[in-house]
């Protein structure tokens, strides 16, 4: 059910919200209430951003591959030149 809220802001922050919502092809309205629902929902930690959903797969390791050890490895033949 939607409900009606008045808020009082700056002037010249509403007309740039009205223009970044305009690109946006979205109303003031469902920018604000987007942005509210972010705030009050609670967290996953463990979610995954869609550029980490993109990389997925790009690498293959072997089986036994130690991360610390690569990353060991990955330092020493970086600086050690």
């Known amino acids: 059910m939607d409900t009606k809220l008045t808020l009082k802001l700056d002037y010249s922050i509403i007309e740039q919200a009205k223009t970044y919502a305009r690109k946006q092809n979205t109303s003031l309205s469902k920018l604000i209430e987007s942005y509210l629902g ?20 790009v690498l293959s390791l072997p089986e036994d591959f130690e991360p610390k050890k690569g990353y060991k490895k990955h330092i020493l033949d970086k600086y050690a030149r």
């Open 38 to 57: 972010l705030l009050v929902e609670p967290k996953d930690n463990n979610e995954v951003t869609p550029l980490v959903k993109s990389l997925s797969g």
